[in-house]
């Protein structure tokens, strides 16, 4: 009895030191990273600062039938409006009937204000080697506007309320063979892949306000600038979901309810992040 009891004791401290030495390790690989965020923070040495250039020139220069820039497109705030126009979108367009997230009003812009075809702009939606994206360097350009400023989108339009619900359900929406949803990652406290810890967004506040203030984004792991609908496009891949199209509803939808969540957080884009 005595022995089995010694045994007992010996198995507990083990187990604590176990936990102890675990969470030790955990702190350390968050500082770690931390340092590392550190280090590549600095804006003067972000690469998706050339992509924020590229994009200027992209929206003044004059295309499609029509041989217009996008300088007349109204994305919420008033034709060519650009400062702050980032931080409340997406949000409902009258003149689509519809809620937009950057991507689709400019993809709406280049079809109906300049008569653009845009077949080209979408097959090059993600930047690779040798191949650049309009629509990464217009959203660097466009969100760089609304740097420093809060995410405040409006949701009193009926339709923008249903959008939210939307991206609420399919936050929570499982499948795919993994039975997987953005919940299984992103609706505790703790949870990381490998190293990398994972924003809770089931809840409004800080970890979703910093994850969506620092989208768009370079990513160094990629090469390249990426923008939220690149993320989430890659949220559902890894899940093993069929990939959304680019600038669907969905996407939208679900965009609508994470900066819901992120609500008066800073912007600070485009961001460097690993």
């Keep these: 009895m005595r022995t089995t009891a010694i045994w007992s004791a010996a198995a507990a401290v083990l187990a604590f030191c176990a936990i102890g030495l675990s969470a030790n390790a955990q702190d350390a690989s968050e500082k770690e990273i931390e340092r590392y965020r550190e280090m590549i923070s600095d804006p003067m040495s972000n690469p998706g600062y050339l992509a924020v250039d590229r994009g200027e020139a992209l929206w003044s220069e004059a295309r499609g039938t029509k041989n217009v820039s996008l300088e007349k497109c109204d994305l919420g705030l008033g034709a060519g409006k650009l400062e702050g126009a980032f931080a409340k979108l997406p949000r409902y367009f009258a003149d689509a009937d519809k809620v937009m997230d950057l991507e689709q009003r400019l993809l709406w812009c280049m079809q109906n204000l300049q008569g653009l075809d845009t077949k080209d702009v979408i097959a090059r939606r993600f930047s690779g080697p040798g191949r650049a994206s309009d629509m990464e360097d217009l959203v660097a350009f466009i969100a760089n506007k609304s740097n420093g400023m809060k995410i405040d989108i409006p949701v009193a339009h009926a339709k923008e309320q249903e959008m939210l619900a939307v991206g ?14 953005c919940a299984t990652c992103h609706a505790d406290e703790g949870k990381r892949i490998r190293l990398q810890g994972l924003p809770n967004f089931s809840k409004p506040g800080k970890p979703a306000q910093e994850t969506m203030g620092g989208w768009p984004t370079y990513r160094v792991s990629q090469g390249a600038l990426r923008t939220m609908q690149h993320r989430l496009w890659d949220c559902f891949r890894q899940q093993r979901w069929p990939v959304p199209e680019y600038g669907s509803d969905a996407i939208t939808a679900l965009t609508v309810f994470l900066q819901k969540q992120a609500s008066a957080g800073e912007l600070n884009v485009p961001s460097i992040k690993r």
Aim: glycine content about 14%.
């Design 168 to 181: 609420e359900a399919l936050f929570y929406r499982r499948g795919g063979v993994n039975d997987f949803s």
